[in-house]
């Protein structure tokens, strides 16, 4: 079997890893062969379940309590990892919050929360990672969102902080080229904690699933089979892409032109 | 009797494509030769489309016997609209069925506007964008008959991001490209339709830009990675797309360019 896409030997680190789509890539990190660090902010109980979930496969993980929003907190997380595993190769921004939702503007605390963890969160965390990460041609990987790139109406803070990081994608990747590749993945609506609310209500539910062309929504291993494909040896030509993954839902009409 | 189910720890996301009938068009040479390897390798059964270059298209069907993988090679002149048509027939012929394709089959002219005749433009439009139509069009059919259908088209960075000379060849690809996106449409949920869009990559196609050492410099220097891209350095998205982990991934256009649109 071909090696291109195994994380033998490579260390790992993944803010927002107790739940969703993070957990999702923590574990498909680990099970690719990498040695996963990943972050949780407050809920242990969900971290200890990832720790767990890894454990079944026979893998191996660690769980720090960490706010990825907190620059200096990133940046101890980072050396912590490096200190532990003695280098690092992979860092994924997993942690993200939607904030305020309809025309809700929400305080000035609100929405500075959200550009904190969805924006600047990630910055500190590529940013701490660079050096470690150069050193033996490691990879950034940033979780956006179809929201970033087309209207998200009900959350419109949510998707300006998203639409932010495809700057931030392309500003990074050329940067930090050629020692560092700086991809991003911007999943559409996935069965996560985040999405519990909205998937809750039959009508909305279903009103989102047609929006979908294929039809299902998706799951956290959709997306984390695509960071793991970013990681890999195989993306080693890819810097500064987004990978939408996200079931079709980017190019579909809302109005439904389509049927 | 106790069954003992230990976890594999071998057992990992590998963007399986084993047992899964790829067409290849274009599959003889450039970036078209390292996907049929990649999959090949990876254990699909692969038909490889080629127009001139049978020796060249056979040299991979005995390497993947020498695997004990099965491939084969198919010829046809795409630029022959009704030749896709039986390519495909005969690659049903062969196998039976077909799971995926992957149309890499393309043409590049570099002219400047007042050299485009009739048949430089339609050199280009023939077969990088009605090749490629004709050759979905037939296989449809028979890819909706697959539970894991994928269709894969090979764009180009130019698509995007506009280059002095060979104005046919951006349009052709940008008109693929959407394509790529509508066909997507058109068959969600049962067939997935994704293009990858390679930037400069050491071919037959272009070799006369990456054997000018002038050029091939600039070009090095203008990609944020620092080189050219390799036929297999695009060869592994083609299979993480076909793959069903990806099967979440519909009117995707994936670059694998350097960064060159960067700068």
């Known amino acids: 079997m071909t090696d291109t896409f195994s994380l033998d030997g490579r260390a790992a680190l993944v803010t927002g890893g107790s739940r969703g789509i993070g957990r999702a890539i923590v574990l498909a990190l680990s099970k690719a062969g990498a040695e996963v660090t990943f972050s949780y902010r407050e809920n242990a109980a969900a971290a200890q379940s990832t720790v767990q979930a890894a454990r079944e496969a026979g893998r191996s993980v660690d769980a720090v309590a960490s706010d990825a929003a907190d620059e200096s907190a990133v940046v101890r997380l980072v050396e912590g990892v490096r200190r532990e595993r003695g280098h690092l190769d992979i860092v994924v921004a997993g942690a ?3 904030g305020p939702v309809g025309w809700d503007m929400g305080t000035p605390d609100e929405w500075q929360r959200v550009v904190a963890t969805n924006v600047e969160g990630p910055y500190a965390l590529v940013r ?35 639409s932010a990081l495809s700057a931030l994608v392309r500003g990074l990747a050329l940067t930090l080229a050629p020692d560092v590749r700086v991809n991003a993945i911007a999943p559409g609506w996935v069965e996560t904690d985040m999405t519990k609310e909205v998937r809750a209500d039959p009508r909305t539910e279903r009103a989102i699933r047609r929006y979908i062309p294929l039809g299902r929504w998706g799951h956290p291993e959709d997306v984390a089979a695509a960071a793991v494909f970013l990681a890999g040896n195989g993306a080693r030509f890819i810097t500064g892409e987004t990978l939408v993954v996200d079931g079709g839902n980017q190019i579909a009409w809302r109005i439904g032109l389509e049927r | 009797m106790t069954l003992i189910i230990v976890a594999d720890p071998r057992a990992r996301t590998v963007f399986d494509v084993r047992g899964m009938v790829v067409l290849v068009t274009g599959g003889s040479r450039g970036i078209g030769r390292a996907i049929v390897r990649e999959l090949s390798e990876a254990g699909a059964e692969v038909a490889v489309h080629y127009r001139k270059e049978a020796d060249r298209a056979r040299s991979l069907v005995t390497e993947a016997a020498a695997r004990g993988s099965a491939a084969r090679a198919f010829e046809a002149d795409l630029r022959d609209p009704p030749a896709a048509g039986r390519l495909v027939s005969e690659v049903m012929a062969w196998r039976g069925r077909l799971d995926g394709l992957v149309t890499s089959a393309g043409v590049f002219r570099g002219d400047a506007l007042p050299e485009i005749d009739r048949a430089s433009w339609d050199a280009v439009m023939s077969v990088d964008l009605e090749g490629s139509f004709r050759t979905i069009q037939a296989a449809v059919p028979h890819l909706s008959l697959s539970p894991r259908a994928s269709i894969v088209t090979v764009s180009s960075v130019l698509a995007s991001h506009p280059a002095v000379g060979g104005s046919p060849y951006q349009a052709a690809k940008a008109g693929m490209e959407q394509m790529t996106r509508a066909l997507a449409l058109e068959l969600a949920p049962k067939i997935r339709v994704n293009s990858v869009a390679p930037g400069f990559i050491r071919t037959d196609m272009n070799r006369d830009a990456h054997s000018d050492p002038e050029f091939s410099h600039k070009v090095a220097r203008a990609t944020p990675l620092g080189r050219w891209g390799e036929p297999e350095d695009v060869a592994p998205i083609v299979r993480y797309l076909l793959s069903s982990d990806a099967s979440w991934v519909t009117g995707a256009v994936v670059a694998v360019d350097g960064g060159i649109p960067l700068r």
Do not use: D, N, Q, T
């Not at chain 1, 990460?133 to 902080?161: D, K, M, T």
């Open chain 1, 96 to 98: 993200g919050i939607v």
């Open chain 1, 128 to 162: 701490a990672a660079a050096p470690a990460l150069a050193e033996r041609g490691g990879c950034a990987i940033l979780i956006s969102s179809i929201a970033g790139l087309i209207a998200a109406p009900e959350e419109i803070v949510y998707s300006a902080s998203k």
